[in-house]
């Protein structure tokens, strides 16, 4: 299930936002956003960034659907959400390491063909 993407969904819908918008302000298609918002394997760091800055929200609801709270939060809180944040991006960077390590196999493969 497409958890961060529903919320990115649920965000730009509340805010007014088409995917058409959405799209233009990340430079890709239409249909690659939507993409995004269905298979959120395909997020990497920077798409994810500037997607939270297009909906001006906090990176951290995007992953725990909590909105940020004052000065409320106690650091130990925050140092947890934080680490559970980093450890998603990681997790995206790998997987798009991976999937370009397996692009450039198959690029290597047609070369010499």
């Known amino acids: 299930m497409n958890i961060i993407g529903q919320r990115i969904k649920k965000l730009r819908e509340e805010k007014g936002i088409t995917q058409e918008m959405m799209a233009m302000h990340l430079d890709v ?8 918002e269905k298979d959120d394997r395909r997020l990497n760091v920077v ?12 990176i951290h609801y995007i992953f725990n ?45 047609m070369v010499r063909s």
């Not at 298609?29 to 995004?36: A, F």
């Not at 798409?47 to 906090?58: A, E, H, P, S």
Request: aromatic share 6%; glycine share 4%.
């Open 47 to 58: 798409k994810l960034l500037k997607i939270v800055r297009i909906l001006d929200v906090d």
């Open 65 to 109: 659907d909590v909105a940020p709270v004052g000065s409320g939060n106690s650091s130990e809180n925050f140092a947890h959400t934080s680490k559970e944040v980093y450890d998603i991006l990681v997790d995206s960077l790998r997987s798009e390491v991976q999937h370009l390590k397996e692009e450039i196999s198959f690029l290597r493969v």
């Open 29 to 36: 298609t239409q249909s690659n956003y939507g993409r995004l």
